[in-house]
């Protein structure tokens, strides 16, 4: 079946009639996914998960799908505009309509990319010009003969004699022999450069709603970032060496580590544009840098880790200065986990122990991830840790209304901390890449020279393949076995 027999032009009348209406149904942005080799898309509501409907596009060939996804589109977008007051139900049938009819083998869905990717735009620029440009009347008329010209094109494909010379000298004007450019009067149907920009929307409004907030936060500056190095650059021609020279300017004024968290985000972008049809090839693979990934942050020798401690504990019992040092010092905690502590992750457990439980339970609350949630004993006497002054504070926090322990913000403590607070505890031990985060670094360390069993250590971290005792599947070290182990630990001389 001839796939543009039904096809429902979106011109700039029926633009013009549903512009000043206001609709029934908002449709979110078509979904991609595959099962079994097979591509499929998603229709959905927007702002609801149970209102969907899914189809078949009935071939495995990305090209393919993403052809097909696109007649599919335009096609229900045309309807979806001539009949602004439907309810869901109505696109939904017409999407599953269309499906059954117009997909009928993966050969149908098939357009001038059959032929090569010499024509791989012919289609693709001008039916998305045709479907989003405010046009003129002029500009209509173009639209509507190049559409008659594409449907020539389909015909050949189909089996008509047309000959396919013949359909590209008429999409060109006519104007002279084959390969002169474009003229003028079909500038107009010449389609926007796909940049970076571009595609992080696109890329946001799909997947951003996947991420947390703070993920997302992340993403969009690093997307801003990685916008401004690619400018106007239109991705559907990049090379190897625009993406060279932009990790290059990159890593002119940044660090390594920095340089490849940015290239693992234009790649998660790149990626995602592939499979939805944005792109055809992307030149991102081993872009990342090899060299001066060495860690900067260093581990405390065990002198130092004293030392904190005991600047720590000088400072009042009432200031959450000191207990943001002693709680990193005894628990390897992360500056963020500690910094987000709440009255009620101080736990005492039923055999007395008393234990900090790191989580995301709770406004502005996030750990790194999912195997981060964990209790923490903490050890009395550590280092000279003083629990019950800990939990004098914590009391003297609920009583004065505050849920949070923190009395300063995650950016502020680190700041205190990385710049005051360590290098006035070290005094001339003091030397770069040492920081909040060397703590953890030491723990570990510790763990490792003194014989602590991996799954003790991956526990008290949280790197374990699961949470302590919220385990399901019981490989979760108990509370009280890492509480007698921190005390062997912390409490004893080599």
């Not at 250590?457 to 302590?468: E, N, P, R, V, Y």
Request: hydrophobic share 40%; charged share 20%.
């Amino acid at each position: 079946m001839n796939i543009l027999a039904e096809h429902r032009p979106v011109t700039s009348a029926v633009t013009s009639f549903a512009v000043h209406l206001r609709p029934t149904t908002r449709l979110a942005k078509l979904y991609h996914y595959r099962r079994n080799g097979i591509y499929y898309l998603r229709l959905r509501e927007t702002g609801s998960t149970t209102r969907t409907a899914s189809v078949s596009l009935k071939t495995s060939d990305r090209r393919a799908a993403m052809d097909a996804s696109h007649r599919l589109a335009e096609t229900l977008k045309a309807f979806h505009l001539d009949h602004p007051q439907a309810t869901f139900s109505e696109p939904r049938e017409h999407l599953l309509w269309l499906a059954e009819n117009l997909l009928s083998s993966a050969h149908d869905v098939h357009s001038l990319r059959d032929w090569g990717d010499l024509y791989e735009d012919v289609w693709t620029n001008l039916a998305e010009i045709a479907a989003t440009m405010p046009l003129s009347v002029d500009q209509h008329e173009h639209v509507m003969r190049a559409k008659q010209v594409m449907a020539a094109a389909q015909a050949r494909l189909q089996g008509d004699s047309v000959p396919l010379v013949k359909i590209i000298r008429d999409l060109e004007g006519d104007h002279g022999q084959m390969g002169e450019s474009i003229p003028a009067s079909l500038s107009v149907l010449a389609s926007p450069p796909m940049t970076f920009e571009t595609l992080s929307g696109l890329y946001l409004a799909d997947r951003g709603q996947d991420q947390k907030d703070s993920t997302l936060k992340e993403t969009k500056l690093c997307h801003k970032t990685l916008s401004t190095q690619l400018g106007d650059l239109d991705l559907r021609k990049h090379s190897r060496a625009d993406l060279v020279a932009m990790r290059d300017r990159l890593h002119a004024t940044r660090a390594a580590s920095t340089v490849n968290k940015l290239i693992v985000k234009l790649s998660a972008v790149f990626a995602w544009a592939v499979e939805n049809g944005h792109l055809v090839k992307t030149y991102d693979k081993k872009l990342k840098l090899t060299k001066g990934l060495e860690s900067t942050r260093k581990a405390f020798s065990q002198a130092q880790v004293a030392k904190v401690m005991d600047y720590a504990s000088n400072l009042p019992a009432t200031s959450w200065k000191r207990w943001l040092l002693s709680l990193g010092v005894i628990t390897g905690g992360r500056l963020n986990e500690i910094s987000q502590l709440t009255t009620s992750d101080i736990q005492t457990l039923e055999s007395g122990v008393v234990a900090i439980h790191i989580n995301e339970a709770g406004e502005g609350k996030s750990i790194k991830n999912k195997r981060s949630e964990r209790l923490v004993p903490l050890t009395d006497g550590a280092y000279g840790f003083d629990l019950a002054a800990f939990l004098r504070y914590v009391e003297s926090c609920k009583l004065s209304g505050s849920e949070r322990l923190a009395q300063i913000g995650y950016k502020t403590a680190g700041d205190w901390a990385n710049r005051q607070a360590i290098p006035e505890a070290l005094g001339e031990s003091f030397g770069p890449g040492l920081v909040f985060h060397s703590l953890p670094h030491s723990l570990a360390s510790l763990m490792q020279a003194r014989g602590v069993p991996t799954t003790y250590a991956q526990a008290l971290m949280g790197h374990a393949s699961g949470t302590i005792t919220f385990d399901t599947y019981g490989a979760g070290v108990p509370v009280d076995a890492l509480a007698k182990m921190l005390a062997a630990l912390l409490t004893s001389k080599p």
